[in-house]
């Protein structure tokens, strides 16, 4: 459910000499760039830059690093690095940059897989040379440090269901929402962060069941901060993982005046999983195409760039 597919009659050569031609001339041919970098798949995209560097002796990230500019030099590199070292240059940034990005950090630790999170603490270490739950531990703080921990592990339990065990669960979640104690936050995180996303849909309706209330209304009521906010991305990517950054995406647009980093970084990552999906959860919810908001907020080339991602179809327009 992805909007960049595998190119037909690839022809990685030919690729890297268009690129290089594009970069090398006199004014660099940011069309040709979009035309070529959006239009192929991440693993294309890796083999027209080994055979960049086989004709050029040169990295092609360190050429368009060079040739460009701002958000659309953003856009552009960022689709050169593999998923996992996409998310890890990501987390190392949220965490190492002049303050730490905190909702960076939920986006991409909230929603990610076991198998996704292990590739990119490797990537991580690869390239930073240092552990990734170490730097979560010295630029975090408090629960939310806690629960980030957690999440960085990759340990939750996989296609496992227990319908006995789900009510109890739901019952641990509500008093954690009635008492607040370190000790319940701790019970509450350790729920969400291991049970099954088959096991949590049963604890949620369970939990409706024994509250009367949603589990999103009743975090929302008891807690505040960061901690609030990585809990309910938790429960939203369980429930339904288009919607959650469908309404990322959203907020980003709308509520911060356009935030850049969260457009890339959603529509890079998510390019060649479910954007289609997104794109989709984004016109039902708010009326409006995603492919709309981005041409009503950005401009130039990096408009040009985005709206190649995000694709788009006529009635979106």
Same mark, same amino acid.
């Given at each position: ?21 594009? $970069?090398?001339?006199?004014?660099? =041919? &940011? ?28 990295? $092609?990230?360190?050429?368009? &690093? ?7 030099? =953003? ?14 240059? =990501? ?14 950090? @939920?986006?991409? $630790? ?11 603490? /490797?990537? #991580? ?30 340990? !939750?339990?996989?296609?496992? +269901? ?7 669960? %739901?019952?641990?979640?509500?008093? +954690?929402?009635?008492? &607040?104690?370190? =000790? ?6 350790? @729920?969400?962060?291991? !049970? ?13 069941? @024994? ?7 009743? @975090? ?5 901060? #960061?901690?609030? /906010?990585?809990?309910?991305? *938790? ?12 309404? !990322? ?14 457009? *890339?970084?959603? $529509? ?9 999906? *997104?794109?989709?959860?984004? &016109?039902?919810? #708010? ?17 040009? %760039? ?12």
């Amino acid at each position: 459910q992805g909007t960049i597919l595998p190119a037909p009659n690839f022809n990685p050569v030919m690729d890297a000499q268009l690129l290089g031609g594009a $970069l090398q001339g006199t004014s660099c =041919e &940011k069309d040709v760039l979009i035309e070529i970098l959006t239009q192929r798949c991440n693993s294309q995209r890796l083999m027209i830059a080994e055979a960049y560097r086989d004709m050029y002796g040169r990295d $092609l990230i360190t050429d368009l &690093k060079e040739n460009l500019s701002h958000h659309f030099k =953003e856009v552009m590199v960022g689709l050169m690095y593999p998923p996992a070292s996409y998310d890890a240059h =990501e987390l190392w940034h949220a965490l190492k940059g002049i303050d730490t990005e905190e909702k960076c950090l @939920i986006d991409i $630790l909230a929603s990610r897989s076991n198998m996704e999170i292990f590739q990119m603490k /490797e990537a #991580y270490l690869m390239q930073y040379n240092t552990d990734l739950q170490q730097d979560i531990d010295s630029e975090t703080s408090g629960h939310f440090r806690d629960t980030l921990m957690n999440l960085a592990q990759g340990t !939750r339990m996989e296609g496992y +269901a227990d319908p006995s065990t789900a009510a109890q669960d %739901a019952m641990i979640l509500w008093e +954690a929402c009635q008492q &607040k104690t370190g =000790e319940h936050k701790n019970m509450l995180q350790m @729920i969400l962060c291991n !049970r099954s996303h088959q096991q949590l849909w049963m604890v949620f309706q369970e939990f409706q069941n @024994i509250s009367g209330q949603d589990i999103v209304d009743a @975090i929302n009521e008891c807690y505040d901060g #960061y901690f609030q /906010e990585l809990l309910v991305a *938790i429960v939203l990517c369980i429930r339904d993982k288009p919607s959650y950054f469908a309404y !990322r995406l959203h907020n980003a647009i709308h509520d911060f005046g356009f935030h850049n980093k969260t457009v *890339i970084r959603i $529509l890079i990552a998510r390019s060649e999983i479910d954007l289609m999906n *997104i794109r989709q959860r984004y &016109k039902e919810r #708010y009326g409006k195409s995603l492919f709309h908001d981005i041409k009503h907020f950005a401009s130039g080339h990096y408009e040009s %760039a985005l709206l190649a991602i995000c694709a788009g179809d006529t009635e979106d327009y």
